[in-house]
């Protein structure tokens, strides 16, 4: 593409209309996950998956960013974001855009995949269609396993309206008083500790009519509760029940500043949120539910009609994700097995603990990783056979004197923490950062914090008015007469179930360099210290902007030295308007700008005079893009980064966030290979127009798609030797 040069002075960076609403580019993002869900090509149990990702992620939206677009206009707040919207303005405006895409998923449920699953002999049937014999079934279920377990609530003078909790599925029950004829209303929360849909015994399993026989047949839970109605309310008489969805905010408020005790402080307001809930954000309901029930639940919920969204179906499809635990593999994507680098088998044959030798057969692991970097990219990559294996093998080996690292999401039954314990039993120095803040985990990560503590770990709650979200570990190992340090810095979470799902990059490394930072920054954030610089690392709050600003002001200035400036971005999100502004002016300087950006992304590309220069693509698979790559031309002289901060605000200044340079000339290279193959995906990539909205690519032919994910599959595959 031809370079075009602007002046910077003839488009004004700071008007409204250059930037997109992150609220709304989120929504987008959300609407790519549904598409998934929605193309022909995905097979059918993967777009039960995608179908369930999209509420999943709706749910987590409401939860957060609309309850603090409705806190901000109960309190009067007149703030206006980069595109120059109120809050009033934004919540009119997601409303908008989304009744359109729920109702679009809906119907895609109802009217095309269910069908499909009754053809393929998955028979999610409605209790109104069931025989006889399937219904007496279900109703000696009902009496053994459900009706135990149930409460149902009356609403009236004496009995005020119960509480909902945060994302129940409730039945709105009417019911008349036979004697009165008054018609009484009351409310039954369907348990989240009974399976979402009852199962039938095969011997009930209607006969097929289909291309294949029947290999499930259920019943959603709800429908058997409210076609058995009457052995709760005996003796009334059961008129209609109605299912609905509560949607409350669940975003944690503590203040750090006057909390004693950071932990005791999050425990307290978790049990809070528990007890009570938040406010109620937004009311899930079929569309057949009559004015005066949803009057009603408006009324005891205190919501407008602006926060009730309908259906004609199931609510709460996120419970699709039962569906793929289902023994179909044909109708999903086939699990991937990930490989093992070539350098880490041979670590990997070494049984001993204290392994130091040079034998033809193999390395120790330490010693692989002091010889050369070594990048490791999961799922493609394994997580078990480097990451975790690091830290097993540095918790057992007897020369190792230390093991620091940063936790912000694990799994509590990770065996990473078993580790960490296993380290500190065995008297080494172990340091974990804790986050107790990484949204809805707190609780998580509370229960496996004080496990740590136990063992004799020493846990560090991370600093007030700072997230620590970077991924870095910190391994110091004594060696003959010197101390080593050993590092990895990663761009995902130290979490073995998200690294089978989330794509991540991680750099193992002996640099002297890279361990004092490390040193420093671990020092910064368990002590006293006022770091304001690093050897190579890029730090924030400390450094990161200025230096992010920095390479693209280098760009910018090569172009007007007559060379060519490049830049390619791969990262979650992209919000901060600051980064945003620097990137326009290099697009107007001439420098050619490449950004895979996932998720939200306020750029405009495509305008002329500011942005021709920058195109956008999102990738949406059926892994979650996750790593982050930075990459810099400089001229000739590449540099390439990886790390855990997106280019938002959050990110660069109320995040402590890590970012390392490339080094190695051949993980350089893979880095840019990488970011090469997601530039020219056509089957997942979806083009960002200047006015908004995305475009799907599509591939002339079967034989030319290039499905990135894919690709990188068989690049790993064929790395490892598994080809």
């Known amino acids: 593409m031809p370079k075009t040069k602007t002046k910077a002075a003839e488009v004004d960076v700071e008007d409204p209309q250059y930037y997109f609403n992150r609220e709304l580019s989120w929504l987008e993002f959300n609407y790519r996950v549904l598409a998934e869900g929605l193309d022909s090509r995905t097979l059918l149990l993967d777009r039960l998956k995608f179908l369930a990702i999209f509420s999943a992620n709706l749910d987590e939206f409401f939860m957060v960013r609309v309850a603090v677009l409705k806190k901000q206009v109960e309190a009067k707040v007149i703030k206006l974001t980069s595109d120059g919207r109120t809050p009033e303005e934004q919540l009119r405006a997601i409303r908008d855009r989304l009744l359109p895409l729920v109702q679009q998923q809906d119907r895609a449920f109802e009217r095309e ?14 209790y109104v269609d069931l025989s006889l014999e399937q219904r007496k079934h279900l109703h000696n279920f009902f009496e053994v396993h459900i009706f135990p377990v149930l409460t149902p609530l009356a609403v009236d003078p004496s009995h005020p309206f119960p509480h909902i909790s945060n994302l129940s599925l409730n039945l709105a029950v009417l019911v008349q008083d036979p004697e009165t004829k008054e018609e009484l209303f009351a409310r039954i929360k369907v348990p989240k500790i009974l399976p979402r849909f009852v199962v039938l015994p095969e011997e009930l399993y209607n006969a097929s009519e289909t291309e294949k ?13 409210g076609h058995n109605l009457d052995a709760l309310f005996p003796g009334m008489n059961v008129q209609e029940c109605y299912p609905f969805r509560l949607t409350r905010n669940a975003d ?72 793929m635990d289902l023994p179909l593999p044909e109708l999903k994507e086939a699990p991937w097995t990930p490989a093992i680098p070539l350098r880490l088998q041979r670590a990997l044959n070494s049984t001993e603990t204290n392994a130091t030798f040079d034998r033809e057969e193999g390395k120790s692991f330490f010693h692989i990783i002091r010889d050369r970097d070594l990048m490791v990219h999961h799922p493609y990559e394994s997580f078990t056979a480097s990451v975790q294996e690091f830290i097993a093998r540095s918790a057992r080996d007897r020369k190792v004197l230390a093991i620091k690292m940063t936790l912000y999401r694990t799994s509590g039954d990770s065996p990473i923490i078993d580790s960490l314990i296993e380290a500190a039993e ?66 995902g979470n130290y979490n073995p179930k998200t690294a089978r799902l989330y794509t991540d990059l991680g750099l193992f490394s002996c640099q002297e360099e890279l361990g004092a930072d490390l040193t420093d920054l671990f020092n910064f954030l368990t002590g006293y210290s006022r770091q304001r610089s690093y050897r190579k690392m890029l730090v924030s709050p400390v450094n990161m902007r200025d230096r992010i600003t920095a390479m693209i002001d280098r760009e910018i200035e ?71 790559i930075f990459y810099f031309h400089n001229n000739g002289e590449d540099e390439v980064y990886i790390g855990s901060a997106d280019w938002m605000p959050r990110n660069l200044d109320r995040r402590v966030e890590a970012v390392t340079p490339i080094d190695d000339p051949e993980i350089r290279k893979d880095l840019q290979e990488i970011l090469g193959v997601m530039l020219a995906d056509n089957r997942q990539a979806w083009e960002l127009q200047s006015d908004g909205k995305y475009i799907q690519r599509q591939p002339e032919s079967e034989q030319q798609v290039q499905n990135a994910q894919q690709i990188i599959r068989e690049m790993a595959a064929m790395s490892s030797g598994m080809k």
């Open 113 to 126: 995949l269910r069908p499909q699953l009754a053809k393929q002999g998955i028979i999610l049937a409605n």
């Open 558 to 628: 090569h172009c007007h030295n007559g060379n060519s400036g490049r830049i390619v971005v791969k990262m979650n999100s992209l919000v901060d308007k600051k980064i945003i502004a620097a990137l326009y002016k290099a697009s107007q300087a001439g420098v050619q700008i490449d950004l895979i950006i996932r998720g939200i992304c306020c750029l405009r590309p495509g305008i002329a005079g500011l942005s021709e220069n920058i195109r956008v693509i999102s990738i949406v698979g059926s892994l979650l893009e996750h790593s982050r």
């Open 252 to 323: 944690l408020t503590v203040e750090e500043d006057e909390a004693d005790d950071l932990l005791l402080a999050i425990e307290q307001e978790l049990r809070k949120k528990r007890r009570l809930g938040g406010s109620s954000v937004r009311l899930e309901i079929q569309n057949s539910m009559p004015a005066s029930v949803r009057s009603t639940l408006m009324w005891g919920l205190h919501l407008g009609d602006e926060d009730v969204y309908e259906s004609e179906g199931l609510l709460g499809l996120n419970d699709l994700f039962f569906f």
């Open 426 to 491: 065995n008297g080494k120095q172990v340091v974990a950062l804790v986050e107790l803040k990484a949204r809805f985990d707190e609780e998580n990560n509370i229960q496996w914090a004080r496990k740590l503590e136990q063992a004799g770990v020493h846990v560090v709650y991370g600093l007030v008015g700072l997230k620590t979200h970077t991924k870095i570990v910190l391994v110091v190992r004594q060696e003959d007469k010197q101390i080593r340090r050993y590092v990895h810095i990663g761009t």
């Open 213 to 225: 026989p029947t290999v499930w047949m259920g019943v959603p839970i709800e429908q058997v509760i």
